[in-house]
């Protein structure tokens, strides 16, 4: 009796995948992306990498795999759904709110990515002899979005996010290099075609052409990644948004084909995350910053930063029974907290 043929090694790959809770699945050559050192090159020469000195200092590394690991051959693309069940802009009309990017309303994608990142590579370690892997989630200086695309989990939209026919543009990306050669997939096929939802949604104009991000106008860059003062022109922009941004990516027509059962259950958002108080979050100290939002990205930005962010969306709101809790925060330790809150009062007497 003949023995039957396993299935491909790519196919067995994809399944194990998929079973470990990875909605989205492709293979790219290590080469595949040759244009992404010289873009990244080109934006790092611009400054328009804001104070995110971590991506100038590796910009090697960064841009190819190679640059990273010089024995790779192959990239494993995988992604992960956090598909939102509700409207992302729903907040917008309730300035008494912040507004919590997807994203960041579950658990710590970090740590439930690179945990099936792991188990997978673990797989593909035993499976095949002599095979050595390296697994990286969003903190490794790897280009994921452009391997992402090059691997056919989609295509880099004029906002320069992934976005994907099956999952729209929410996805948490993830890859395993290996010393593997393993068969491409087809790459992705941009068909943003003359659509411009994206560029006209931001509302600190953020993209001064199609496919091009300054940083430092960006939402999400400044709520999270930058650590002095915000810039007093974009303030107003930023509404009741306390941690990052949703609104170019809900404006993009592919979400409506996004299907939220294939969202992993570990990004289900959390009641405290959903539509916090702008005034429980004035008045968080350390323990209580770190208590709230323990177990979510979140954490990472400490409470400085955080209680920042709520003071100018107070300031945004009009509303003045924020003052007494502003007042007491004009005194606080920390010089940008300070600042914003001087400057939510002063925007509340106007």
């Known amino acids: 009796m003949v023995a039957e043929a396993l299935p491909p090694l790519e196919a067995r790959l994809e399944a194990v995948a998929r079973a470990h809770g990875f909605a989205a699945f492709g293979i790219a050559r290590a080469d595949a992306a040759p244009q992404t050192a010289a873009r990244l090159k080109q934006w790092l020469a611009e400054g328009r990498h804001g104070d995110m000195i971590w991506m100038e200092s590796r910009a090697e590394q960064r841009g190819s795999p190679k640059g990273l690991w010089p024995e790779v051959r192959s990239v494993i693309a995988l992604g992960m759904s956090y598909a939102p069940a509700l409207d992302p802009l729903a907040l917008a009309g309730h300035p008494d709110r912040g507004r919590i990017s997807v994203y960041a309303q ?68 993830g890859a395993i290099y290996t010393t593997i050669d393993l068969a491409p997939s087809v790459p992705g096929r941009d068909t943003c075609g003359s659509c411009a939802a994206c560029q006209d949604a931001c509302p600190t104009q953020a993209f001064p052409a199609p496919y091009r991000l300054d940083a430092r106008r960006c939402i999400s860059y400044l709520t999270i990644e930058h650590s002095g003062p915000i810039p007093l022109a974009l303030r107003r922009g930023i509404g009741n948004r306390i941690y990052g941004c949703d609104d170019c990516l809900a404006a993009c027509p592919w979400n409506k084909f996004a299907d939220t059962a294939h969202r992993h259950r570990a990004f289900l958002p959390r009641a405290e995350l959903a539509a916090p108080s702008i005034g429980d979050l004035l008045d968080l100290d350390d323990a209580a910053f770190r208590q709230v939002f323990a177990g979510s990205p979140i954490k990472r930005i400490g409470r400085g930063r955080m209680v920042r962010n709520a003071a100018i969306a107070a300031g945004n709101s009009g509303d003045v029974q924020f003052v007494p809790a502003l007042q007491k925060l004009v005194g606080d330790e920390s010089p940008m907290v300070a600042d914003a809150a001087s400057w939510a009062l002063a925007e509340l007497a106007s």
């Open 106 to 173: 579950g658990g710590d994608y970090h740590d439930v990515v690179k945990k099936a990142l792991k188990a997978v590579a673990r797989w593909l370690v035993a499976e095949v002899e002599d095979a050595e892997v390296k697994v990286f989630v969003d903190t490794a200086p790897v280009m994921e979005k452009p391997l992402s695309a090059a691997a056919g989990l989609g295509w880099q939209g004029k906002h320069t996010n992934l976005v994907s026919r099956e999952h729209g543009s929410w996805l948490f990306l």
